[in-house]
């Protein structure tokens, strides 16, 4: 028999073991009794016929088999002589990896074979070394290569016409040459591999190893994790570092906790690996930023009915300005509206937008946002949008006072949109620039600072402010100083005395909206897109409730002690929150170095400072009482902040009054300051674009019938039964229906298609240092000073166009 005739025969003689092993598996699988096998065409019938019978049984493994024993075309008994030439193989095809639990992986046998074989490698790819996918291999030539010193990567491999791999080389991360030989690279064109081929069970084998390396070999710890197979992040790390890195931690403090996590000082993490995560995180984050931003929207409000949007377009379509408030915010606005702050100074956001923040304060000291809005621009056409769109969201409902700072743009827009408010300036901003300004002045005459804070900050009658103010610009010579002359002229603006008659709650700058900048920070990281800038804003002011859920708890269930003992300070105590009943104690105890020392009427009284080294401008009150519904006083206290003043307090408790007067009761300031309950009107308007909060309406009103004291009729039980069982008789409609009321409509009917364009500067980046930051500012300044054309007719020269004055510090340092 001549060799392609014993080859043919060998081959006969394995298709037919390969079919009788087929078809006894499959017999005994399908409970047929197994019968003596026989030769020819009968295997493939027997074979057939069962997998005809239960076509589930004919597993992928005897297909194969199958496969086997017919490749041929021929019967197996067939006499016909073989054709000569190259067998044609049948396409394999399946999973990439085997699933074996019950065998032990090639890493336990590398660790248990170590124990016998001391001083060798622990994890040495002999040929022959079976995994149950390429990624093991992988990692098991990868932890060898931490022993050795040198990194991996995957190679060339081979797949079939049904793109099945068959064939995966594992080299050195030294394999290859580089291109660009003017560039460096670790490429040597080392040699070192392992070859992998797969097995019939869809698992892998080394079928070649190759261990020698024309380059130099790492042997430190601090040397081997920059291979960058030793950095590899699995993605449970990925996860984490993506939630850290959503809570604005720093790349530098995200590498930290991982390191205390996994290793220390030790962990193979590179500094490089986790940025380049982030950079994806963040290409991640911009794409279809305005598409994430309007399904977030709609995803709000469904949870929140009362939550209002509005959208101010270009003509192109993109995004201009931004306006939202909460359902929250809202209900704070009809509680606390009657004095807010507004600021823009903060601009951390991907677009560099503007952001403004509408803030307000609550019955107990707490700084409360009001809304949110984001301008491409601050001129007086944006500003009057975004206070007209304010007002309307609020129920047309204006406030009695809005600071801000000094922006000519804001002061032109409140005049048109917000006719009945008062306009103050931040009596912050006023003292800083008092400061840049007049700093010769302050260097050379060391007593100026403080007469002239202190006639800003304690005065409070108007006549004696402008008289002292009169004489200080004399006594120093500053008679001709225009800065001065500008902010007397505007001194309506700032001036304490001229607001003691107006409602301010207490405020006198825009430090709460600052303070609540510096917050966000906290939360927004640094160029976020715009549906992550309103998801953390979300989460501030989630943070903003949280604080004003524990104080309501602190008022409700902690109990204060007394520390006057008289009958007033009980009543404050209970009518009262924690930190207004506190700053009540204060002007009560404060009460205590006044004396009564005249009486004009039995209804007027004059109260004087007792106290010999007071530095108050002014000593004497006159306290009038209104019957026992109301007391006032000269200094205004309660007219600006809504509280007692000390001077009124010393009448009553020299009265013996038991309690506050109603008329000095400001229910802002008490424990029911929060109307939680909106009318049924606006109820039933959130409701109408949300299934759930229909049915929490109902169900409120159901609630509020039963608690009431007053007893239920049985003709008005039995009304309001048949009315309910008239109404559920049809039949309910669908929850399909509710589908279309995703509340697109009610976000806004006008719907952005682009987010704002980027500003990218071109060229060079200029010099961020911040002292050439000053440098520049300073000579810019000087330039304005000299330039009569830079000033705003009418209006202080240091309120400077928007532009000018948004930018940050931490911009400057950080940009």
């Known amino acids: ?215 130099r070999l790492t042997e430190a710890y601090g040397e081997n994790k920059h291979w960058k197979s030793h950095s590899y992040i ?238 200080l610009v004399k006594k120093y010579r500053l008679s001709k100083n225009k800065f001065l002359k500008r902010l007397f002229k505007y001194r309506e603006k700032w001036a304490k005395p001229y607001f003691m008659g107006i409602f301010c709650a207490g405020m006198t700058s825009t430090q709460r909206s600052e303070s609540a900048n510096h917050m966000l920070k906290r939360f927004i990281q640094r160029a976020a897109p715009m549906h992550l800038f309103v998801a953390k804003f979300n989460e501030f002011q989630s943070d903003r409730n949280d604080q004003e859920s524990k104080e309501s708890f602190v008022t409700n269930q902690v109990p204060r002690k007394l520390r006057v003992s008289v009958p007033i300070e009980n009543h404050a105590h209970t009518i009262y929150t924690r930190a207004t009943y506190e700053k009540f104690y204060d002007e009560l105890f404060e009460s205590g170095r006044f004396a009564i020392t005249s009486k004009i009427s039995e209804y007027e009284y004059i109260v004087t400072d007792t106290k010999q080294d007071t530095e108050e401008a002014t000593t004497q009150f006159t306290v009038t009482l209104q019957g026992t519904s109301k007391v006032t006083c000269q200094c205004g206290l309660f007219e600006h902040m809504g509280m007692l003043c000390r001077h009124a307090l010393k009448v009553l408790v020299h009265l013996d009054r038991q309690e506050i007067p109603a008329g000095n009761i400001m229910r802002r300031w008490t424990k029911e300051g929060l109307e939680h309950s909106l009318s049924v009107d606006s109820k039933a308007t959130m409701a109408a674009h949300n299934d759930n909060m229909r049915k929490k309406l109902l169900l409120t009103i159901v609630f509020e019938i039963a608690n009431k004291e007053a007893t239920l009729s049985e003709t008005t039980f039995h009304q309001a039964m048949e009315a309910m069982k008239d109404s559920t008789d049809p039949p309910l409609e669908p929850a399909l229906a509710d589908i279309t009321n995703t509340s697109t409509a009610a976000i806004a009917e006008v719907r952005p298609t682009a987010c704002p364009p980027r500003t990218m500067l071109g060229g060079r980046p200029p010099n961020t240092g911040l002292q050439s930051w000053l440098a520049s500012r300073k000579r810019s300044s000087n330039k304005t000073a000299n330039s009569a054309s830079a000033l705003v007719a009418d209006w202080p020269d240091e309120e400077n166009t928007p532009t000018k004055k948004r930018r940050s510090i931490s911009d400057i340092m950080y940009k």
Not at 157 to 165: A, F, L, R, V
Not at 253 to 258: H, S
């Open 1 to 215: 028999m001549d060799p392609i005739q014993s080859s043919l025969a060998h081959a006969t003689l394995r298709d037919q073991q390969c079919g009788r092993h087929i078809a006894s598996d499959f017999i005994s699988a399908a409970g047929e009794p197994t019968i003596p096998w026989q030769q020819g065409d009968a295997q493939v019938a027997v074979v057939a016929a069962i997998a005809q019978k239960d076509p589930l049984q004919l597993q992928q493994g005897h297909r194969q088999a199958l496969d086997c024993s017919t490749r041929t075309g021929t019967p197996n008994n067939s006499t016909s002589s073989p054709t000569r030439g190259p067998k044609r193989r049948a396409r394999r095809e399946g999973p990439d990896y085997r699933i074996a639990p019950a065998e032990e992986t090639a890493m336990i046998k590398a660790m248990r074979r170590a124990r016998t074989s001391p001083g060798e490698a622990i994890f040495f790819p002999h040929e022959g070394t079976i995994f149950n996918s390429c990624e093991e291999a992988r990692d098991f030539y990868n932890l060898y290569s931490w022993e050795k010193g040198f990194g991996v990567r995957f190679g060339r491999g081979k797949k079939n016409d049904s793109k099945y791999q068959t064939k995966l080389d594992i080299v050195c991360s030294c394999e290859g040459l580089n291109k660009n030989k003017r560039s460096a690279s670790i490429r040597t064109d080392c040699k070192a591999m392992i070859r992998l081929h797969r097995r019939s069970d869809h698992s892998w084998y080394i079928s070649r190893v190759n261990d020698t390396h024309n380059h």
């Open 234 to 471: 699995d993605p449970s790390t990925k996860d984490l570092i993506k939630k850290l890195r959503e809570n604005n931690i720093s790349l530098g403090r995200i590498c930290n906790i991982l390191g205390a996590t996994d290793g220390g000082s030790r962990s193979g993490m590179r500094k490089e690996s986790v940025r380049s995560i982030c950079a994806k995180m963040a290409q991640e984050n911009m794409r279809d930023d305005i598409g994430k931003t309007l399904k977030l929207l709609e995803t709000m409000k469904g949870t929140d009915p009362g939550l209002e949007v509005r959208f101010q377009l270009d003509a192109d379509g993109r995004l201009k300005s931004m306006l939202w408030c909460t359902g929250k915010n809202r209900m704070d606005y009809s509680s606390f509206g009657d004095a807010i702050t507004f600021d823009t100074t903060y601009r951390t956001n991907l677009y560099n937008l503007p952001f403004g923040l509408f803030m307000g304060i609550n019955n107990h000291f707490q700084s409360i946002v009001l809304g949110g809005l984001l301008l491409t621009s601050e001129t007086t056409a944006d500003f009057e949008w975004a206070f007209a769109n304010f007002i309307s969201i609020m129920g047309g409902k204006a406030a009695i006072t809005m600071l801000t700072d000094q922006c000519v743009a804001m002061a032109k827009a409140m005049k048109s949109t917000m006719k009945e408010t008062r306009h103050r300036w931040c009596r912050w901003h006023v003292l800083k620039n008092a400061k840049d300004r007049l700093g010769k002045v302050y260097s050379k005459h060391k007593g100026f600072k403080h007469e002239f804070n202190k006639l800003v900050t304690d005065e409070t009658d108007i006549t004696k402010f402008e008289m002292p103010w009169d004489t």
